[in-house]
């Protein structure tokens, strides 16, 4: 099986290799990876202690920043590794602060995992929801050295629960302790036997809570909304801009409009500023003479959630794609969310639906009636608003879960010990 694998990953890395000359994220995602040997024989590993976090793309990142930045708290002493796979999520975590070293990480070959964990000699290793990179996991394995899945969460249809899967369930014996986010994960894993895990619950809300706290002023935000209700689309996608624009184009004095699209290329910004009649404004040219627009566009990344905070109703996009994007993010100010139908792996989707605090549309008229039943009657604003409020309020503390069972239950309080 090892070697079937190591062939795959040696055929994608080519096929990556030959897209890159037609799509960007392939470019990015190569270019990334390119002397990533001599960079990390830059690393100065010391004799302390190593944490290595590994995540997937941004969202799996925002996941594991709350853990990240538990451990670096309290114990300042560590230095932190941190890896993406996607280029969406190193691109715009690259900077970060609260990590010593910021990679993309290299191919899941056998050679470039020996030089890797040779390098780095980390103490300890997080993946982040899942990506289950088989030749990292086994070495990890060999080498002794305790190895996490955080945020975890599995669904029915999942390759490992199928019957072309059993040859790759050897993986979660890696793992010294699961962490997930939800009971049904837990009886999957049961199902196939696995029983080291704990259901800890989602570390977003933990993450949720500390941008609420640390959410900045926009006095540009603040100035458009003026003493209007204040409409906020974030994350979104054409689908969901053709529908938005639409109610946009009939309502316009309803309330104020910002939209933050997913991509700010100048193709989409541009695709965004035709499709809407009243007057448009983007976020960087915002000036005095531009108090009388209606509709905003964001053309920045990184300020989004902290726009959420002067929003009386927002949408989150992604619903008519793959799925949608971070719906804690606004819920976390007490404001309803609305979302597209693609939603239906998403726990807090179905949860906050439940409790009325979310409402999905499927097209101009759902969505139309949603908005406008906010609208027209602000004591069901206000009840879905507190819904969300009290579900992430609920749901917050996984983070002190994970890092306590870590350092603490599991005999691994050697990880404090110079080893």
Not at 74 to 101: L, M, N, Q
Not at 145 to 151: E, F, G, K
Not at 281 to 290: M, P, V
Not at 399 to 409: K, L, P, S
Request: proline fraction near 4%.
């Amino acid at each position: 099986m090892k070697t079937i694998y190591t062939g795959l990953i040696a055929l994608y890395s080519a096929i990556a290799g030959v897209t890159s000359i037609f799509s960007n994220k392939a470019r990015r995602w190569v270019r990334g990876r390119r002397g990533w040997r001599g960079r990390l024989s830059s690393f100065n590993r010391g004799e302390g202690k190593v944490a290595w976090v590994h995540c997937a793309s941004l969202g799996e990142f925002e996941q594991g920043r709350p853990v990240i930045e538990k451990i670096k708290s309290e114990h300042p002493e560590w230095k932190v590794v941190i890896t993406f796979f996607s280029p969406s999520g190193y691109e715009v975590r690259k900077d970060y602060k609260g990590a010593d070293t910021v990679m993309y990480l290299p191919t899941d070959m056998p050679a470039n995992v020996r030089f890797f964990l040779d390098h780095i000699r980390p103490d300890l290793a997080l993946f982040i929801k899942y990506e289950f990179w088989y030749n990292y996991l086994n070495e990890l394995k060999k080498r002794n050295i305790p190895t996490y899945l955080v945020s975890g969460i599995f669904r029915p249809d999942h390759y490992f629960f199928r019957w072309y899967g059993r040859f790759a369930r050897g993986v979660f014996l890696v793992f010294n302790r699961i962490f997930l986010q939800d009971e049904q994960s837990g009886r999957l894993l049961e199902s196939i036997g696995y029983h080291h895990y704990r259901v800890t619950g989602d570390t977003r809300f933990d993450r949720v809570g500390q941008i609420a706290a640390e959410a900045k002023d926009l006095p540009v935000i603040e100035k458009f909304r003026g003493g209007e209700s204040l409409f906020v689309a974030g994350s979104s996608w054409d689908e969901d801009e053709e529908i938005i624009a639409r109610y946009i184009n009939e309502n316009s004095g309803a309330m104020k409009w910002i939209i933050a699209p997913h991509e700010i290329d100048e193709a989409h910004l541009g695709r965004i500023e035709k499709r809407l009649v009243p007057g448009t404004i983007r976020y960087s040219r915002f000036g005095e003479n531009n108090s009388d627009c209606r509709v905003m566009i964001i053309d920045n990344i990184g300020m989004l959630s902290s726009v959420y905070r002067y929003a009386s109703i927002a949408a989150v996009g992604g619903g008519f794609g793959r799925g949608i994007h971070n719906i804690l993010e606004p819920a976390c100010w007490g404001i309803p969310v609305l979302f597209g139908p693609n939603h239906i792996r998403f726990r807090e989707a179905i949860q906050l639906i439940e409790r009325g605090g979310a409402v999905s549309f499927t097209d101009f008229e759902t969505f139309s009636a949603a908005v406008e039943k906010y609208l027209a009657d602000p004591a069901a604003l206000t009840a879905a608003g507190k819904a969300c409020a009290s579900y992430i309020s609920e749901n917050k503390g996984s983070t002190d879960e994970v890092y306590n069972e870590i350092f603490a239950n599991q005999g691994t309080e050697n990880l404090l010990k110079k080893r």
